[in-house]
């Protein structure tokens, strides 16, 4: 089952929460894009078909398709997945690559400051900014994405890749995602059947980031979630995220958004209530 809410929608853009829960282990019948879309995983992992391209989508990706191409998805039994799907009309795309960048398409990987700009976005949608507000924070996402030093394409970085060594690579991915507090190297190695030297080396080559560098990306996206929850306390979420102690996350997190965690708690948390006649 698939119910899309839309949260807010402006000048050449529209925001849509998505959550699917499936029933039945199946791809879903091919449907066509009717418009240019970008869609982060905010949680679980599944499997999409698009045109030339599959994709293993997990909170540290995200996907773009344009008008036309049609997707098939495989979503895990049971499972709750949830993604924000930003829509983006072809003049506001034609304004965005005006200096002849390329629009991006396909699988990337992201930074945690594209997921920081993304979580802004959808409070701001969420708390009922107006249009202005919706547009700039829209505006600056979509620039994030264009930024390589920010993203990455979710694919092979080594023309030899094989078919096994993804498959590989995914399954440690997935394993990660289900468990990248407690989750060790060797463990994670022995899930995949392989040494750890080699999946270290693999999953470097295949997804151009460390297994390190992944992990602790997903990691700072569970603090993201917590802190916009409501969590208050560091030193509460880094014994429970694994950290060595609230310093050690706030490095973390600062490394991988840009900013402290009190800075991402003032970005995210909920918005102030105009005054009564203000």
């Not at 089952?1 to 282990?25: C, K, Q, S, Y």
Request: with cysteine.
């Amino acid at each position: 089952m698939r119910n899309i809410t839309r949260l807010a929608a402006g000048p050449g853009f529209a925001i849509d929460d998505v959550h699917v829960r499936m029933h039945e282990p199946s791809w879903t019948s091919p449907e066509a894009s009717t418009a240019y879309r970008l869609v982060f995983v905010r949680h679980g992992v599944f499997r999409l078909r698009v045109s030339k391209w599959e994709l293993l989508a997990d909170p540290a990706t995200v996907y773009a398709v344009q008008a036309g191409d049609e997707q098939s998805i495989a979503h895990r039994v049971g499972a709750n997945d949830t993604s924000t799907s930003v829509v983006l009309s072809p003049v506001l795309l034609a304004d965005l690559t005006a200096d002849r960048r390329s629009i991006p398409v396909g699988p990337m990987f992201t930074s945690g400051r594209v997921d920081l700009a993304h979580r802004q976005l959808l409070a701001c949608a969420r708390g009922g900014a107006d249009r202005f507000e919706l547009s700039d924070h829209v505006l600056r996402l979509a620039a994030a994405l264009l930024d390589p030093k920010q993203c990455g394409p979710a694919g092979s970085t080594d023309s030899r890749g094989s078919n096994s060594r993804r498959r590989m690579v995914e399954a440690a991915r997935e394993a990660l995602v289900a468990d990248p507090v407690s989750l060790g190297l060797e463990s994670l190695a022995r899930q995949v059947s392989v040494s750890p030297t080699y999946l270290s080396r693999v999953f470097r080559s295949e997804t151009g980031q460390t297994l390190t560098r992944f992990r602790n990306r997903l990691r700072v996206r569970m603090v993201l979630d917590r802190i916009e929850a409501g969590e208050s306390s560091l030193s509460r979420l880094a014994a429970e995220l694994g950290f060595a102690d609230h310093a050690h996350l706030t490095r973390t997190v600062r490394d991988e958004v840009g900013c402290t965690p009190s800075a991402v708690r003032g970005f995210l948390g909920p918005r102030p209530v105009p005054a009564a006649g203000a």
